[in-house]
C-alpha cells in the first residue's frame, strides 16, 4: 500500500534524509522511532506530499505521490503533530469543511451519517456542535483524528497523535489507532515508545536520516537482547548494539 524507494531530500547544505526504502503492506499498523532531528516529520510530509523530495519516489496505492498526487492523496488520512483548525467554526462545520476538501458525496444524508458514526468512533459526540476554540487539547486532538478518517481512507499517516493527552486520552487513542489498522495501512509516528509497543505490529527507525531498523518489536528485542522497545532505540539511536 505504500511504497518508498531510494528516497532522499536535502535542505540547502543539510542532508535531511538519505537513500530510504520500505514498503507498508494494507493492514499493518507502522511505528515510526527517531530522535528529534532525525528525519521523522520530512519522512511524513513526504509520504502526505506535502514536500517534495530531492530525489527517489513514494507511492500510495501504486500512485506516485508527486506524478499522481490527486489519486494518491485521495487514499490518505493526515493527522499532523499540531493539527489546525478555524477556531470560529463549529467542529460540525469543520469536519463538513473537511469532507469538502476530501470530494466527499455532497448527498446530505449519506454525510451526516458518515460523520456521525466518525463522531461516535473518535469520542466527540458531545462537542459536535460546540465551537472548536473552546474545546480542550484532548478534543481538538480527536477533531484533528476525526479529519484524518473522513472518506474512510487506506492509509492513515498520524504524528504524535497523543501528544499533550492525559493518560486516559491516551488510552483511547490508542484504542482507536489499533481499530483503523483492521481495516486501513496506519504509520504512527512517537517519542512514547511504550505506545509504538502496544500498538504497532513493526517498527522503523530513523536516526540522522537515515533507515537503521525496520523489524517487529519482539524480534528487535530478541535479536539486542534488550528488555523493552526503548533499550532497543538507545541501542541504535546511540550506536551503542550490534547491527539489526
Known amino acids: 500500500m505504500i511504497e518508498v524507494k531510494n528516497l532522499t ?3 540547502d547544505d543539510k542532508i535531511a534524509l538519505t537513500d530510504i526504502n520500505f514498503t507498508v503492506e ?3 499498523v507502522v511505528g515510526l522511532l527517531g530522535l528529534n532531528g532525525a528525519g521523522k516529520s520530512t519522512l511524513m510530509n513526504i509520504i502526505t506530499g506535502y514536500i517534495s523530495a530531492t530525489s527517489g519516489s513514494v507511492k500510495i496505492g501504486g500512485y506516485d505521490i508527486s506524478s499522481e498526487s490527486k489519486k494518491a492523496k485521495s487514499l490518505i488520512g493526515y493527522l499532523p503533530e499540531q493539527p489546525s483548525f478555524y477556531p470560529e467554526m463549529r467542529v460540525s462545520e469543520y469536519l463538513d469543511f473537511i469532507c469538502d476538501l476530501k470530494g466527499f458525496s455532497k448527498d446530505m444524508s449519506k454525510r451526516k451519517e458518515h460523520l ?3 463522531a461516535k468512533q473518535t469520542g466527540i459526540t458531545n462537542v459536535y456542535k460546540r465551537m472548536v476554540r473552546n474545546l480542550s487539547k484532548g478534543y481538538r486532538q480527536r477533531v484533528g483524528f476525526a479529519g484524518a478518517l473522513i472518506d474512510n481512507p487506506k492509509v492513515i499517516i498520524l504524528d504524535e497523535p497523543t501528544a499533550g493527552l492525559d493518560p486516559s486520552q491516551i488510552k483511547e487513542i490508542r484504542s482507536l489507532i489499533t481499530q483503523c489498522g483492521i481495516n486501513s495501512t496506519v504509520i504512527v509516528s512517537s517519542h512514547i515508545l511504550y505506545e509504538i509497543g502496544t500498538v504497532c505490529d513493526r517498527v522503523i527507525v530513523i536516526n540522522e536520516g537515515k533507515l537503521v531498523a525496520d ?3 519482539e524480534n528487535l528485542m530478541s535479536k539486542s537482547g534488550a528488555k523493552s522497545l526503548e533499550e532497543v532505540f538507545l541501542q541504535i539511536t546511540l550506536n551503542t548494539g550490534e547491527e539489526r
Open 9 to 11: 531530500k536535502i535542505y
Open 26 to 28: 494494507p493492514g499493518q
Open 116 to 118: 456521525g458514526e466518525i
Open 215 to 217: 523489524d517487529t518489536p
